[in-house]
């Protein structure tokens, strides 16, 4: 990869944005933590740097800081919001709390002849004097918008460019990319996925890889693009534990039968609906799913021989959040731990673990998944937790309440499936309220069918989507005529916080 562009994280929450945008600009970016060493930008020679927006005062002693040098290594940079704000703290202007902050869209105005425009600002502090060198080139009412030192390829902007709020703030990086920083632009999806073939075949030789394929889209393009490089010496282990939805662990297996691959499904259902039997707690079924999970794949796994390769659906964002490998000297907080495909132990017994996912982000990796000839349901696949429907039928599992939810949540899916605009994840839950009904002419005493539809962009936080109640409607009609042990459905209205997506 030769041309790079350091996203260094101030902790502001759209690093990923930003490097998401570079790249989608042609320029290969890799997110670094803000007090990343002045030696490994050296040795990472990137062509420039974006400083990140984040949630503390500059002038605060315990604030992220970036190294001083940073600015007099001859890199452009470009702050934005707590980065330019650093960036002008570092080099002697001034930083000071504005008591009304900016917050939403606000109106910009370039100090030359060009229009105002409208950008997104996020900001309590603002930049009261300029560092010597430096010309503010916009301004709002209220504050420095925009200020640069062009000799020194130094430049600086209050809003957020990464923002769709921001009008024209994509050409703002594309300008700072393709004019400050001369890129050429060189980098392209295609190019990661003949690298990478290049690689695997290297490092595997004639050995066989051993991979944990769910279903999702990471473990799934991981399979497609193995099958890709080592053909037929990629062996499947797909563990059914029979909490998937209505025919996927069939569809799973038609897909991946017919690629170069040994494709094992392990029919686990019995054994998984034994160790949850009479299990109530979220928890515990969490837990117990997993490690049975584990042991299965174990037994699978043994039975195979030898096989020195682990491959992982691991993707940069899961590197990037769980704080692993970036260079940094310490101040980056650990925001989640990273979740491996299946949740596999680190102590299995391989040689190495390949994970030929983990420079991409999820958009990047469905590109791949399609140019790989991946179905496209496969490839916009929402989220789906690993313990499956165990954690969305309410209390004690069994067969037949996992067969009522499979049915309610096939019907949500197809009603949902087919309109223009979809809510980013959709589910069906099984309650474990019981409430009375009419059906003909009989009484009924039925377990409550909930209805979820979320709108997101990060699935950490969301709202609830409010559905049409035509759809809402239909949705519950078929599900209380096609299904008899279904009188009632009600629906989820709550966002995250305070309730989570999934109800368990
Ligand atoms: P919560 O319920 O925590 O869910 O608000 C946030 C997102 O994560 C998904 N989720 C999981 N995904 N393994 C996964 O791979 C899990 O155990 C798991 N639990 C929740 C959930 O569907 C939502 O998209």
Not at 47 to 60: K, M
Not at 97 to 120: C, H, I, M, Q, W
Not at 392 to 408: N, S, Y
Request: glycine residues 8%; contains cysteine.
């Amino acid at each position: 990869m030769s041309e790079v562009i350091l996203v260094l994280d101030f902790g502001g929450q759209y690093k990923e944005l930003i490097a998401r945008t570079v790249r989608s600009l042609s320029v290969y970016s890799e997110i670094k933590p803000g007090n990343i060493s002045v030696e490994e930008i050296k040795r990472l020679h990137p062509a420039g740097i974006i400083l990140t927006g984040g949630p503390d005062s500059v002038y605060l002693p315990d604030s992220p800081k970036c190294a001083p040098e940073l600015f007099s290594l001859g890199i452009p940079i470009l702050g934005i919001c707590y980065g330019m704000q650093l960036m002008c703290h570092i080099l002697g202007g001034r930083v000071e709390t504005n008591s009304a902050g900016e917050y939403g869209r606000v109106s910009v105005t370039p100090l030359d002849s060009r229009k105002p425009f409208p950008a997104l600002m996020s900001h309590r502090d603002s930049v009261t004097e300029p560092p010597e060198g430096f010309t503010v080139t916009m301004r709002t009412e209220t504050a420095v918008a925009a200020l640069e030192n062009s000799g020194k390829k130094l430049y600086g902007v209050q809003f957020h460019p990464e923002s769709a709020h921001t009008e024209n703030g994509r050409e703002i990086i594309s300008r700072f990319l393709y004019e400050i920083c001369g890129v050429e632009g060189n980098y392209k999806v295609d190019d990661y996925i003949e690298n990478q073939i290049t690689q695997i075949r290297a490092k595997v030789g004639e050995n066989n890889v051993l991979l944990a394929l769910s279903g999702g889209v990471d473990s799934s393009v991981c399979a497609a693009l193995l099958s890709k490089a080592v053909p037929n010496r990629l062996v499947c282990i797909f563990v059914d534990h029979g909490f998937m939805r209505l025919d996927e662990g069939d569809e799973i297996e038609r897909i991946f039968g017919e690629r170069k691959l040994r494709f094992i499904r392990v029919n686990a259902q019995k054994r998984f609906l034994r160790k949850l039997k009479g299990v109530t707690d979220p928890e515990t079924k969490r837990k117990l799913v997993g490690y049975e999970f584990i042991r299965v794949f174990e037994e699978e796994a043994a039975k195979l021989g030898d096989i020195p390769f682990l491959a992982q659906g691991t993707i940069y964002p899961d590197i990037v959040e769980s704080g692993v490998n970036q260079g940094g000297e310490g101040n980056n907080a650990v925001i989640k731990s990273h979740h491996n495909v299946g949740g596999l132990p680190e102590n299995l017994a391989f040689k190495e673990v390949i994970e030929p996912l983990s420079g991409l982000f999820k958009d990047e990796v469905r590109v791949i998944g399609k140019k790989l000839g991946l179905p496209a349901a496969l490839i916009s696949r929402q989220p789906f937790p690993g313990p499956g429907l165990a954690i969305r039928v309410m209390g004690a599992v069994t067969e037949a309440k996992l067969d009522v939810l499979r049915r309610a949540d096939a019907i949500l899916r197809e009603e949902l499936d087919r309109q223009k605009r979809r809510p980013e994840q959709y589910f069906a839950v099984l309650t474990d309220t019981r409430t009375v009904g009419v059906k003909g002419d009989d009484r009924t005493y039925e377990p409550v069918v909930a209805v979820r539809a979320v709108t997101t962009s990060d699935f950490m936080t969301c709202e609830y989507t409010p559905l049409p109640h035509k759809i809402l409607q239909r949705i519950s009609y078929r599900i209380t005529s096609e299904i008899p042990a279904v009188s009632r459905v009600v629906y989820d209205i709550t966002g995250k916080p305070p309730a989570t997506v999934e109800w368990e």
